[in-house]
């Protein structure tokens, strides 16, 4: 639900490429969550979930990683998301994130 209404907050309030491309992705983060079994939300799911979100936006948008777009902070940020174990590294997230973009300027 929460990344269901991310999704309306930025339509209603983002134009341009930028806005609908993130729009995706935390309608298919969401998707991706209503999918998951179990009771709760792990960390692991919302993991997942960011990731999933992060290919839709190469998918709609026709960009990989590595191709100058918001995928070269998007891609390293949900990989160390991935790759932890039961709790996700936000900090870790987040340096991969600036250092995936700080590689395309």
Known sequence: ???SDLADAVSASMGGTSGILLELMFRKASTTLMQSTGEGITSKELAKAFRAGAEAVSFYGGAQEGSRTMLDALYPASATM?????VVDIKGAAEAARKGADATA
């Open 1 to 3: 639900l929460l990344f």
């Open 82 to 86: 991935v790759e932890v174990g039961s």
